[in-house]
């Protein structure tokens, strides 16, 4: 029982037919909401998720982790503020300081 054979009993019905989504969630123990919008492409992995939501990609917080190295290196601690100010330029949108704490 799961949401992945529910979503295969969805996918039996022809295209014009109209599927039982509350007959077929209660059988296979999942939610309604959650089966239709899983079968309708409207939610997405907790990790593509957790993508859509990263201010950086990878290689920015790459060149973000050398420019603290850098600062570090040239015994000027990095600030909160500096680091934010950088990662925003980066990001070409705002940082929250709740965002350094979380990097």
Not at 42 to 65: D, F, G, N, W
């Amino acid at each position: 029982m799961g949401l992945e054979e529910a979503l295969a009993e969805c996918n039996t019905f022809a295209s014009g037919d109209k599927i039982p989504w509350s007959k077929i969630a209660e059988r296979h123990g999942v939610v309604r909401s959650t089966l239709t919008r899983t079968w309708r492409g409207e939610t997405r992995s907790r990790e593509e998720q957790a993508i859509a939501q990263q201010k950086l990609t990878p290689q920015q917080e790459e060149e973000l982790v050398m420019y603290i190295e850098e600062l570090t290196a040239r015994h000027i601690p990095p600030t909160r503020e500096m680091i934010a100010n950088f990662a925003s330029a980066v990001a070409q949108e705002p940082v929250s300081e709740s965002w350094v704490t979380r990097f």
